[in-house]
C-alpha cells in the first residue's frame, strides 16, 4: 500500500533556524564560501533536517506523534538549498511493507530532491494507526 | 587517513545528564514545523499519557551529537571533524523522550573500516534517564573523507 506524498519546501531561513535548534553549526549549511570549498556546489541542507522532514512525514501518516518505534536512513545525496525565496523541495513517499500482528507497521520511505533520491534504506517502525 | 580497527569495542564513559526543556523541545519542533499539539503544549501531551511536552523522533540527535564529540575528539583515534560527512542515522526508542528527561549517553564505537581511502565509523548510543532505564538507541554512521 502507497500513502500520500507529502511535500516540504525548504529555504535558507528553514537551515539556520535547524541550525540554532539542533546546535549543529557546521558552516556547509549556512556559507557558500565555506560549502564551494570544501567541493559541495553550494550550501545543504543537514541530513538530519531532511531526516526530520522524514519524521514529520512518518508521524503524519501514523496519526499521533508518539507512534514512531524505529527510524533510521542513510544519506546518499546532499540537498542543495538555494540563497532564493523558494529554496527547495523534498518529496516524501512511503510504501507499507509489512503489518505485523503485534501492532506494528513497517514503512520503506522514499525522499527525493529535484527527482533524484536523497536517502536510501530509510525506513521507519510505527505503532499500526488504529 | 584511517581509522583504528582496534578501537571496535571502545566503550566511552557515561556523559554527564542533558536536562531536556520544554522550550527546548518547543523550539526544536518549531525549527522541523512539527506542529502537533503533543510537540507544544503539555496538556496535549498528557492526553497522549506523556508527563509533558514530545520531542520529534529525530530530536535525540541534539543530545548525541554533543555526546559524540567524546569519540570524534578523542585524540587516540585522531577523527579529522573538518572531514567528516553523516552517513547513517537510526533511532530505535524505548519511549519517546519527553521534557523534564535527564538524559544519559554511553557511547560505544560498533564498527570501524577504512575503503577507498576513507574511513567508516559508526557508533551505538544508548540513552537513558536518570533512574538508568533505557529511551532509545542511537547508531550513527560518519565517513571520514580522505584527502582527494
Same mark, same amino acid.
Given at each position: 500500500m502507497e500513502l500520500p506524498t507529502q511535500t516540504f519546501r525548504v529555504t535558507r531561513a528553514d537551515l539556520v533556524r535547524y541550525a540554532g535548534a539542533s546546535? !549543529?553549526?557546521? $558552516?556547509?549549511?549556512?556559507?557558500d564560501r565555506f560549502a564551494t570549498k570544501v567541493g559541495l556546489p553550494g550550501v545543504i541542507a543537514h541530513g538530519m533536517f531532511t531526516m526530520a522532514l522524514v519524521g514529520r512525514a512518518v508521524t503524519a501518516w501514523a496519526g499521533? $506523534? !508518539?507512534?514512531?518505534v524505529d527510524f533510521g536512513a542513510r544519506f546518499t545525496r546532499p540537498v542543495v538549498v538555494p540563497d532564493d525565496d523558494q529554496g527547495t523541495e523534498i518529496e516524501v513517499a512511503a510504501v507499507v511493507k509489512e503489518v505485523t500482528e503485534d501492532g506494528l507497521t513497517r514503512l520503506d520511505v522514499t525522499a527525493t530532491c529535484l527527482g533524484e533520491k536523497?536517502?536510501?534504506?530509510?525506513r521507519a517502525t510505527i505503532r499500526t494507526p488504529r | 587517513m584511517s581509522l583504528d580497527p582496534s578501537f571496535v569495542g571502545r566503550t566511552y564513559p557515561p556523559t554527564a545528564p542533558y536536562q531536556v526543556g520544554r522550550e527546548k523541545i518547543r523550539e526544536f519542533a518549531a525549527a522541523i514545523g512539527a506542529t502537533d499539539p503533543a510537540h507544544h503544549d503539555p496538556e496535549a501531551a498528557r492526553a497522549l499519557g506523556h508527563p509533558d511536552v514530545v520531542a520529534p523522533p529525530t530530536f535525540p540527535v541534539v543530545v548525541t551529537m554533543a555526546a559524540s564529540r567524546q569519540i570524534i575528539e578523542d585524540p587516540a583515534l585522531g577523527v579529522d571533524y573538518s572531514r567528516v560527512v553523516h552517513g547513517d542515522q537510526r533511532f530505535a526508542y524505548t519511549r519517546p523522550v519527553v521534557a523534564g528527561d535527564e538524559l544519559v549517553c554511553v557511547n560505544t564505537i560498533e564498527e570501524i573500516s577504512n575503503r577507498g581511502g576513507h574511513g567508516f565509523l559508526t557508533t551505538r548510543t544508548d540513552v537513558r534517564n536518570a533512574a538508568g532505564e533505557p529511551v532509545v538507541a542511537v547508531w550513527s554512521k560518519i565517513v571520514v573523507r580522505g584527502e582527494a
Open positions: 546546535g !549543529d553549526f557546521n $558552516p556547509i549549511h549556512w556559507s499521533v $506523534p !508518539d507512534a514512531v536523497v536517502l536510501s534504506q530509510a | -
